[in-house]
């Protein structure tokens, strides 16, 4: 069974930065695709970033130049680094993680491509 946790959300103004972090079971990071998805009140959740087995990384085009996406395989962890913030970034945040062949390039954006998750972080961005 996987498990993630994800922390690092809080308030901060816009331009400023955060990194949350997510804590997976071990050997998670290394053998599944993971992502970062974002729900906002009355809003589908959307994919963020995600980053295959090797590293290959992909983008939502509203955080393209702002975030990146990153994994620790030896500590079993998965970051989400934001920076330059903007107040439509407030949302719960959310990790996901889906069992995945080594050779797969960048995983897809869709909720629905992945089967687990974790309860989710907050993040608020005051204008």
């Known amino acids: 069974q996987v498990q993630l946790v994800e922390s690092g959300g809080g308030s901060v103004q816009a331009g400023g930065s955060l990194r949350l972090s997510c804590a997976a079971s071990?050997?998670?990071?290394?053998?599944?695709?993971m992502g970062w998805f974002r729900q906002a009140p009355g809003k589908e959740r959307e994919g963020v970033a995600t980053?295959?087995?090797?590293?290959?990384?992909r983008y939502a085009d509203s955080v393209k130049g702002r975030f990146t996406i990153s994994k620790d395989n030896p500590k079993d962890t998965l970051y989400l680094y934001m920076n330059s913030l903007k107040p439509e970034d407030t949302a719960m945040y959310y990790c996901?993680?889906?069992?995945?062949?080594?050779?797969?390039?960048?995983?897809?954006?869709?909720?629905?491509?992945?089967?687990?998750w974790g309860q989710g972080t907050q993040v608020t961005v005051s204008s």
């Open positions: 980053i295959s087995r090797r590293g290959t990384t």
């Open positions: 996901a993680a889906q069992p995945c062949q080594l050779w797969l390039g960048s995983p897809g954006l869709r909720q629905d491509e992945y089967t687990y």
């Open positions: 071990t050997y998670t990071t290394s053998n599944y695709c």
